[in-house]
């Protein structure tokens, strides 16, 4: 019995490159004079945020965040934990949270939230993948990349048990 492997590709690195340059151009077009804050959600969105920030030629601070993650297992517990916050001070700062993948929203919903009670101009969200059917909690997603179907993806950032988040590309992980 061996550890699950990545299994047939959802979304090929050449389809994340040119999404990444859409999505750029759309945000730097809205965002074109705010200087905004770019919140990456640690550790799934790192390759996101690396690729989007080269993409938008404006001026604007990145900053990260952690939040509790599903550890080795495949399946939301529900409950959101702040693991590590942002150096930044984002009062009366526009604010773009970039994830990797919504799946119920308990996670973006809540993160959403904690940084809206910080009293910032407005914070909007950016998101690589959605689960398509699969929200459990009203969260809107501004920009996105792809809607994938409900299977556990991993790559671009996306890990298995710590694993596969260098790949770069999404895949869907193949059953044990
Ligand atoms: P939600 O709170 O929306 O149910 O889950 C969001 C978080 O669950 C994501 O930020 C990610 O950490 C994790 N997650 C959800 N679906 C997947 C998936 O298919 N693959 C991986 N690797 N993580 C997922």
């Not at 990545?6 to 074109?32: F, M, Q, S």
């Not at 700062?93 to 101009?121: C, F, N, Q, S, W």
């Amino acid at each position: 019995m061996g550890a699950p492997r990545p299994g047939r590709v959802l979304v090929a690195e050449g389809e994340l490159t040119a999404r990444v340059a859409e999505l750029g151009r759309a945000i730097a077009r809205d965002y074109a004079r705010e200087n905004p804050v770019l919140v990456g959600v640690l550790q799934g969105a790192v390759p996101f945020v690396a690729d989007l920030m080269r993409a938008l030629p404006i001026d604007l601070t990145v900053d990260f965040i952690r939040a509790s993650s599903y550890g080795a297992g495949t399946s939301s517990s529900g409950t959101v934990r702040l693991v590590a916050d942002l150096a930044v001070d984002i009062a009366d700062r526009h604010v773009l949270i970039v994830d990797d993948i919504v799946d119920t929203g308990l996670t973006l919903g809540a993160l959403k939230r904690m940084l809206e009670a910080r009293r910032p101009r407005s914070v909007r969200t950016c998101v690589l993948l959605d689960k398509a059917g699969r929200r459990e909690t009203d969260v809107t997603i501004d920009y996105l990349g792809f809607t994938i179907p409900n299977v556990f993806v991993v790559g671009y950032g996306l890990d298995y048990d710590g694993l596969y988040r260098n790949l770069p590309y999404v895949a869907a992980l193949d059953a044990i």
